[in-house]
């Protein structure tokens, strides 16, 4: 979504993916699938996952273009007692991540990457996986499922459609990761049918 709407909606409003800390991100931590470390969270949101993490033990950097909700974040974490680095930029601009420096242990996208279209989906990645060390992990939290003729539509008209198709993750993680586990899951909601959340780890020759 475009970035000033984006920023309208968190300063106006609560958008509907604010629901705290997502259960799926922290049964993977509970599980210690993923181990306290640096932490990178992609598109950060209100900061919910970010303090979490830090509250686990994590030192967490959360990136966000929209304004509105770092502010809404930075002021859960005072509140939450934690220090988390909240920092603005945009994951599509290769001058986007100025000012973060690697390597970290874990990237999470918690429903970022879906958000973006295919170029800034390429563009994501090649800045942000330099930052992640050998061996480092992606978690990632996505829709995921076969665009429909409208979402085909939507995604034409305005370049993003929202989910990834099945199997696009394998194939832009090929090669530089091992694939260690993904959970498909389907819903009883027709605008979002299916989720997915994988873990990655990042092979010596992840860049
Ligand atoms: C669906 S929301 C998820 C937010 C958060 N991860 C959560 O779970 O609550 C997607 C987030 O990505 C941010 N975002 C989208 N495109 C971005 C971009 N190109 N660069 C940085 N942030 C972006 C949005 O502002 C929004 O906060």
Redesign the pocket.
């Known amino acids: ?1 475009n970035r000033a709407l ?1 920023n309208l909606w968190y300063r106006f409003g609560t ?1 509907p ?2 629901l705290g800390p ?1 259960e799926e991100l922290m049964s993977f931590v509970q599980a210690r699938a993923l181990r306290p470390g640096r932490a990178l ?1 992609l ?4 900061g ?2 970010a303090i979490f993490l830090a509250q686990r033990g994590f030192e967490v950097t959360g ?4 304004p509105a ?1 770092l502010a809404k974040a930075r002021a859960k974490a005072e509140r939450a007692g934690v220090a988390v680095r909240f920092v603005e ?4 601009d290769p001058a ?1 991540l100025r000012g973060i420096e690697g390597p970290f242990d874990v990237l999470v996208d ?3 990457f879906d ?2 279209d295919a170029r ?1 989906r390429a563009r ?1 990645l090649d800045n942000v996986l330099p930052l992640l060390r050998p061996g480092g992990r992606v978690f990632m939290f996505c829709f995921e499922w076969q665009p429909r003729w409208w979402e085909r539509l939507v995604g034409a008209l305005v370049g993003a459609a929202g989910m990834v198709r099945p199997g696009e993750i394998e194939e832009r993680f090929a090669g530089r990761f091992r694939l260690d586990c993904v959970e498909r899951k389907r819903t009883d909601r027709t605008l979002i049918p299916a989720t997915a959340v994988y873990l990655m780890t990042a092979r010596e020759n992840a860049r």
């Open positions: 979504m984006m958008p993916w604010v997502r969270d598109g950060c949101g209100e919910d996952n990136i966000d273009f929209a909700a930029g945009d994951l599509a986007g918690f429903g970022t958000d973006l800034q994501c």
